[in-house]
């Protein structure tokens, strides 16, 4: 498997930001009771993601190392307060039922992570395919814990009733135990995905 494709693949399963790295995860929690948020944020944190370490990794050679990490802070909050305004301008109800965590995306332990660990040592090429393999990996763990939780915790998906009349909604599915809930059972479905991959890894190379 070529450098691209590797790194591309590897955010999605193998190094998944939320359910293998864990972290970010406070305003994962947070955010999930319901789909339009999983999407907001979803939407908001790859945007800053892939903003963040196209231009960290344009400019590498030229940042100082002893003042890197202000430099990478003021990166990733122009395009986090650029998120913002923008969902406060055409979104107004769904940027008030985010609350601070749309602002918090400056600190998220995701997006420095990775502006640290690897658009800050690599080509503009390798870090656009890592914001975006990391962006799967992080959009398919949160809007998958958010249909859960607003599914069945509200019997609704984007505010639409699904489930039948008679449904019974289970409150502790949108509360924060229900949360912890529904995401372990993600970090399980990840690590047993994780493990088919690297088998299937391994046999490919073991027939080649």
């Known amino acids: 498997m070529n450098k691209a494709l590797s790194v591309f693949l590897r955010g999605i ?19 999930t009771t319901s789909v339009a948020n999983g999407i ?29 990490m ?12 650029m998120v913002d305004i923008i969902m406060k301008a055409y979104f107004p109800d769904l940027s008030k039922a985010m609350g601070v965590f749309i602002p918090l995306i400056v600190v998220n332990c995701i997006i420095m992570g990775r502006v640290e660990a690897f658009a800050s040592r690599e ?10 393999g990391m962006g799967i990996g992080y959009a398919w763990v949160l809007i998958g814990m958010s249909l859960v939780r607003e599914l069945l915790g509200n019997g609704t998906i984007l505010g639409f009733q ?8 289970v409150l ?9 809930l529904v995401f ?13 991959w690297l088998r299937h890894e391994a046999s ?3 027939g080649a």
Do not use: H, W
């Open 13 to 31: 399963v193998i190094e998944n930001p939320l359910a293998i790295i864990m972290i970010g995860l406070c305003s994962s929690i947070a955010v």
């Open 123 to 132: 080509k503009p090429v390798y870090a656009v395919l890592d914001s975006i």
């Open 70 to 81: 202000p430099i990478f802070i003021v990166v990733i909050a122009a395009f986090t307060t």
């Open 162 to 169: 699904i489930m039948p009349a008679g449904y019974q909604p």
């Open 184 to 196: 372990s059972l993600f970090i399980a479905l990840n690590i047993a995905l994780r493990k088919l």
């Open 204 to 206: 490919r190379k073991g």
């Open 40 to 68: 907001g944020m979803t939407a908001g944190m790859v945007f800053v993601l892939l903003c963040s370490e196209l231009i960290i990794s344009l400019f590498r050679k030229v940042i100082p190392g002893n003042i890197r």
């Open 172 to 180: 502790f599915f949108i509360l924060p135990p229900g949360g912890f």
